[in-house]
């Protein structure tokens, strides 16, 4: 089941993150601060996050927000699965999920940055299988030898 996040949530998140090898700590801070960001104000729309739950325990999660400034552009700031339940469908569920919410919301783009290193390929094959694709690279960009990637699909009305 899929369902919006509430607050009794955020210790099994923490845990998915944590224990996530391709966040890096600065990664995991911030992600759980988007989390604690849409928890301490239930007033805010920016940051959307969704929890997959199965057996009433939360294995997985998104946040999605509006771009600034835009008029129907969405950033997937994070998706993630527990590393013991990736690749059983979870993550192409809560991604559908994501473009039924966008698509609700009258957005037309998904953007998705991630990294260029090969600790990522796996998340660049994601997006690529789910029919994003690659609308920008920036050389060098997290670091030397770390290319900022952005996917993005594009939903057709």
Not at 39 to 49: R, S, V
Not at 145 to 157: A, E, S
């Given at each position: 089941?899929?369902?919006?996040?509430?607050?009794?949530?955020?210790?099994?998140?923490?845990?998915?993150?944590?224990?996530?090898d391709n966040f890096n700590d600065e990664e995991k801070k911030i992600a759980v601060e988007l989390i604690d960001e849409a928890?301490?104000?239930?007033?805010?729309?920016?940051?959307?996050?969704y929890v997959f739950e199965s057996e009433?325990?939360?294995?997985?999660?998104?946040?999605?927000?509006?771009?600034?400034l835009t008029d129907g552009v969405y950033d997937l700031y994070w998706i993630v699965v527990d590393t013991t339940t990736q690749n059983a469908g979870i993550g192409k569920q809560l991604l559908d999920h994501?473009?039924?919410?966008?698509?609700e919301k009258n957005g037309r783009w998904i953007l998705a940055e991630t990294s260029s290193k090969d600790s990522y390929t796996a998340t660049r094959n994601f997006y690529l299988r789910n029919n994003y694709s690659i609308v920008s690279q920036i050389k060098d960009f997290y670091?030397?030898?770390?290319?900022?990637?952005?996917?993005?699909?594009?939903?057709?009305?």
């Open positions: 089941m899929i369902r919006k996040l509430q607050a009794d949530d955020r210790d099994q998140l923490v845990k998915i993150i944590d224990s996530t928890l301490g104000n239930a007033n805010q729309e920016y940051y959307n996050i009433r325990k939360v294995i997985g999660y998104y946040c999605v927000g509006k771009r600034a994501l473009e039924n919410f966008v698509n670091a030397f030898n770390d290319n900022l990637i952005v996917f993005g699909k594009y939903l057709k009305k």
